[in-house]
């Protein structure tokens, strides 16, 4: 065996994170009576990888425990997913800014 901590720590997966969040998204998938397996799996993926990496913000925010938080957030996992990709598709930094101040009144 190496001291080498491997590719899941390098990237940064936190098993019991990772399988709260994974929890999360089968409680969704269930709830939401999704019955396409591919909404299954990325419902459970999305859980998954949400709560990995935003379980620990979304802890301190609420003041829960960290696997409380990851099943919550993998819960939330696809809304979150869905909310994320509708504000990036909005999202235009090169427009010009419509408010100046000559139409103040």
Not at 74 to 85: A, K, P, S, Y
């Amino acid at each position: 065996m190496s001291d080498d901590p491997g590719l899941m720590v390098w990237l940064g997966v936190k098993m019991p994170d990772l399988i709260a969040g994974f929890a999360g998204g089968v409680l969704n998938a269930l709830a939401l009576k999704r019955s396409d397996p591919w909404s299954i799996i990325g419902s459970v993926i999305a859980g998954g990888l949400m709560s990995n990496y935003l379980g620990e913000s979304f802890a301190h925010y609420v003041g829960t425990t960290q696997l409380t938080s990851g099943f919550l957030v993998g819960m939330g996992g696809m809304g979150l997913c869905q909310g994320l990709i509708a504000a990036v598709a909005k999202w235009n930094p090169f427009q010009p800014n419509r408010t100046n101040d000559a139409n103040r009144t």
